[in-house]
């Protein structure tokens, strides 16, 4: 038997100790569940110590295990185990990753006796495990780039996501003849938890979820797998029920960050075309990540007493904010504002239509964190009426922006953290070239769909450099994302907008 199989299973079961999912004293359980994944019988007894693997763990987790996987998966290539497409070679790598991972069990376990030491290290351990697991990827996360930019509203942030694995085209058609099974019911229900996935359904096995209660309901807690911040996370119905915009919604945000105050938690809205992309399950997303609309400031003022503050924002999308430090009088008033607005507000002098019974129009994307000891909720007003000009949205982005993002403005987005297609990367590299004349645009169909706005931006430079190109395409796309945000916004920072905001909000208070 070929001896370097099984020193390669010896470095991945030192991995498992090293990071501490495996006991050592699992060790030899862990190597045979291994065996058996790669149609192994027998063993040669090494169980080799190598300290300069350990030592290669204990620096590097993310690149030591991405070259500790390799080889195992190009064994089960070899071998005919797996089929050479990445959704199998990461169903099989999941698979293998689950004979270090801890059962369901004990890691809830460990992860309520962390809480009674602090919210933040239960959350920060189960983090550091979501990612040692190989459930969140670290190796294609590393390849995200993300900046920020100045705009007239203050910071926003870009992050090109590029840990979405693009399917290859025979994976695609392999997905299209698979039989769905209807189980799991989405990507987001409790019955993920170990699944070992398929051709067209992400694999689970390495993945574990934290139960809790939410407002007397059970939810779970998981990572994100595509971490758009730091400790992304999902929080999720363990039912599968539809997502819906209403009070007991904002009452579950408020519970969540006086749970884990050094999170926020936003919701998608509950209809089409405004941003939401699940909305078969309810669920809430979340993060320790400090968003650039916690930075805006208040336009204007509309209530204030000792322990609560009512306030419209200068922001692109519209939005409310409530703050204070007695969470039931904060509820209390975004329900006024959320019904406010839900129950058919209109406003004709600038096309708010709030649609009709069974195509209503007006709902918003909530969004709650801490202050201290206050609370704070987001309430950012969307509106979904589509026309004939604008079939995708009249409040979604302007079809002249779909160059950068065409996908809905969702609950990252919204607060000023801008999710953009990984495609951007190359693209955006080939404009550059083009821009400094190394590039012709005949050559490169692919980035046609920016040629209007590499004209604009030709406008505005004289010549471009190559030590500054960079950061000046990195700033117009900051600037693409603003204007993003200002189509998506009900009432514009116009005079005319803010005036008709102002009518609105004073509806809130007659309410
Ligand atoms: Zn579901």
Avoid at 221 to 243: A, E, G, K, T, W
Wanted: with cysteine; charged share 30%.
């Amino acid at each position: 038997m070929n001896e370097s199989i099984f020193r390669s299973i010896d470095r991945l079961v030192t991995y498992g100790v090293v990071t501490g999912l495996l006991p050592e004293v699992e060790r030899i359980y862990a190597t045979n569940l291994i065996l058996d994944l790669l149609h192994l019988d027998s063993y040669d007894g090494v169980l080799l110590h190598d300290e300069s693997v350990e030592k290669l763990i204990q620096k590097e987790p993310e690149k030591a295990l991405e070259s500790l996987l390799e080889p195992l998966v190009g064994y089960a290539l070899d071998c005919k185990i797996i089929e050479d497409m990445q959704p199998l070679k990461d169903i099989f790598d999941s698979k293998l990753m689950n004979a270090l991972t801890p059962r369901p069990q004990s890691v809830i376990d460990s992860f309520w006796k962390d809480y009674d030491e602090s919210p933040e290290s239960a959350t920060l351990n189960y983090f550091r495990f979501s990612k040692n697991t190989n459930y969140i990827r670290r190796d294609r996360i590393a390849r995200d780039e993300k900046w920020s930019g100045m705009t007239k509203y203050g910071r926003l942030e870009i992050l090109v996501s590029l840990s979405k694995p693009e399917l290859d085209p025979k994976a695609i058609a392999a997905a299209r003849v698979a039989k769905s099974t209807g189980y799991p019911k989405c990507a987001l229900c409790r019955e993920n938890e170990g699944y070992a996935g398929r051709i067209d359904f992400a694999p689970r096995q390495n993945h574990r979820i934290i139960p809790f209660k939410l407002c007397g309901e059970a939810f779970s807690l998981q990572f994100s797998p595509y971490r758009y911040c730091h400790q992304h996370c999902i929080v999720l119905n363990d039912r599968h029920v539809p997502m819906a915009i209403n009070e007991s919604a904002l009452s579950k945000l408020l519970e969540f960050v006086t749970l884990f105050p050094h999170y926020f938690l936003g919701s998608n809205t509950d209809l089409p075309y405004v941003g939401g992309s699940v909305l078969s399950h309810e669920h809430f997303q979340g993060g320790v990540h400090r968003l650039p609309i916690m930075d805006a400031v208040a336009d204007r003022v509309f209530f204030s007493d000792q322990e609560l503050e009512l306030s419209t924002l200068y922001w692109p999308i519209s939005t409310v904010r409530v703050r204070g430090k007695n969470r039931d009088r904060v509820l209390a008033m975004a329900s006024k504002v959320l019904k406010t607005w839900r129950n058919g507000y209109r406003d004709d002098s600038v096309t708010i239509d709030p649609g009709t019974a069974e195509d209503p129009h007006n709902t918003l994307a909530p969004l709650a964190c801490r202050e201290g000891d206050e609370y704070v909720l987001f309430l950012m007003l969307r509106n979904n009426k589509r026309t004939e000009e604008r079939p995708d949205g009249l409040y979604h982005t302007h079809p002249s922006r779909f160059h950068i993002k065409k996908e809905g403005i969702g609950i990252i987005d919204a607060p000023g953290l801008a999710i953009l297609p990984p495609r951007l990367k190359g693209e955006l590299a080939v404009v550059k070239e083009i821009l400094l004349g190394k590039a012709r645009l005949a050559d490169h169909p692919e980035v046609e769909k920016h040629s209007s706005w590499m004209e604009e931006i030709r406008s505005r430079h004289d010549s471009f450099d190559p030590d500054t190109i960079d950061s000046v395409l990195r700033n117009e796309v900051v600037q693409v994302f603003m204007q993003m945000l200002e189509d998506c916004g009900v009432f514009k920072q116009t005079e005319e907008g803010r005036a008709a905001f102002e009518r609105f909000m004073k509806r809130v208070l007659e309410s």
